[in-house]
């Protein structure tokens, strides 16, 4: 009977995970969703390569950690403090029951001066590194998560006119960037994405877009193409602009750092083209000015008050997690001032060069654009957001549960992170799961068969 009961201890893990596989697969949902209405994307699939596939169980997992918010994140930190605690707690008890009975050695030790507390201090500062050992791993795992180079998920659309960009994204050439991501790195992250497009909008410099500019391919759908941005301050807010620097550089300071309305308003005035700038993520919605002009009014009617130095569209989702904090507490506010100023709601990974994993792709239609060259989609793109405004871009998310405000959703994030990351697999990834949760069982029912056999033939030979 004890053998039974141990086998099962053995086995429960990959049972529940086998458990969760098949139970939740009556349920399951789809991996992408529309960011601004949560129903169904039907021209967006996941596309994931074998190597992912393969990975599934560890790639998943690490793909779910770097989508959640800083909120859920603590929540998961505090979550594994107190399962860790409680497992030490509840091994601390089966110790000393395990010793109860022992009453010669007890006596021994309450003899010997001070043996006691020895003893007591020797078993505090052995959980203390067990603890610091477990706090090590659990940072070693986010790391991986970060650095390790791995299969990445990406988007598959089903017309040849759709086109996934990301509207915010870094170098080396930032400060804050890692200093190892060249502008071929971020390309290669992007395609690997699957955008067909991606800005570099590096802080207050555009040393990125000139290292990035002469590897873009002659036609725009051979390959993902890099298109011109940096991000700037504007009206000391965090804004990223696109196009050639030419229409932004005589109202920049001289560090580059901000860019001053007045002066691009002017130019406007004067004929020039229209700037294009996009309100960047975290950063207070009370202060986002739209652009005058451009496009029609959220009801059809006339344009928004603006200024010409205003911003055509707003993150609706942006990969760093203080952005993802924001963009989901404050979705709907968001959504009802895109509406009320007519702004394009846009994606941007925020790509600093950590991690393999793309939040959201912000998808526009642009009938022929494989055939343009980089700069004419450049061109395109920045015509259809001051054109549709609102309806110019569809943001496509990976679906991550969030807990709205709520205390007891936030204090679940762990069991809900989990059930909804099983709900949300495609039917290949729930086969991986599937078939390594099996691969374990199988190793684990024989590597725990050993000491049992062993145990039986040491308990033979003493009792002969």
């Known amino acids: 009977m004890a053998g039974g009961t141990n086998r099962r201890r053995r ?27 949560h129903g169904i994307v039907a021209d967006a699939a996941l596309g994931q390569p074998l190597g992912y596939l393969v990975g599934t169980p560890l790639f998943g997992v690490w793909d779910t950690l770097t989508l959640v918010t800083v909120s859920q994140h603590y929540a998961v930190l505090g979550t594994l403090i107190l399962v860790y605690a409680g497992w030490r707690l509840v091994a601390a008890w089966r ?19 001070g043996g006691g507390l020895r003893a007591l201090a020797r078993r505090l500062a052995l959980e203390l590194l067990r603890a610091l050992g477990a706090l090590a791993a659990l940072l070693a795992f986010y790391a991986a998560a970060a650095l390790i180079p791995r299969p990445m998920t990406g988007i598959r659309l089903a017309s040849d006119d759709l086109l ?14 890692w200093s190892l991501f060249t502008a071929a790195r971020n390309r290669a992250w992007h395609e690997a994405g699957g955008f067909d497009a991606a800005y570099i909008t590096d802080h207050y410099t555009w040393a990125g877009v000139d290292e990035a500019l002469p590897a873009n391919p002659a036609r725009a759908g051979d390959r993902t193409v890099l298109l011109s941005g940096m991000e700037v301050r504007l009206r000391g807010r965090h804004t990223n602009i696109l196009g050639d620097r030419s229409r932004y550089v005589f109202a920049l300071d001289s560090t580059w750092h901000h860019l001053d309305p007045d002066s691009i308003a002017a ?23 739209p652009f005058a002009g451009g496009g029609e009014g959220a009801a059809g009617g006339a344009p928004a008050p603006g200024s010409p130095a205003g911003v055509v569209g707003v993150e609706l989702s942006d990969g760093a997690p203080r952005g993802l904090e924001q963009v989901r ?37 642009i009938p022929g654009w494989r055939e343009m060259s980089p700069g004419e989609l450049g061109g395109a793109i920045e015509e259809v957001l001051h054109r549709d405004r609102r309806r110019a871009v569809t943001v496509v998310e990976r679906r991550v ?22 709900r949300a697999l495609t039917l290949a990834e729930r086969l991986s799961w599937l078939v390594w949760a099996a691969l374990w069982m199988a190793v684990r029912a024989r590597t725990g068969a050993a000491p049992g056999r062993r145990h039986r033939q040491g308990g033979g030979t003493a009792s002969r």
Request: glycine share 8%.
């Open 267 to 289: 130019a406007t005035a004067r004929g020039a083209p229209p700037p294009t700038m996009l309100y960047a993520i975290p950063g207070p919605l009370d202060q986002i000015v």
């Open 11 to 37: 086995l429960r893990g990959s049972l529940a995970v086998i458990a969760l596989a098949v139970g939740s697969a009556p349920v399951a949902v789809p991996p992408l969703r529309d960011a601004a209405t």
């Open 401 to 422: 549960p969030y807990h709205d405000g709520s205390a007891a959703a936030l204090a679940a994030t762990v069991p809900v992170l989990a059930w909804e990351h099983f």
């Open 95 to 113: 110790l000393v029951a395990a010793r109860r009975p022992v009453g010669a050695r007890r006596s021994v030790v309450a003899r010997a001066p």
């Open 164 to 177: 996934a960009v990301d509207f915010h994204s870094h170098t080396n050439h930032s400060h804050d960037g």
């Open 329 to 365: 507490s404050q979705r709907g506010a968001i959504l009802a001032l895109a509406d009320a100023m007519d702004l394009a709601v846009v994606a941007g990974t925020n790509l600093h060069g950590w991690g393999r994993t793309v939040p959201a792709w912000s998808v526009m239609r």
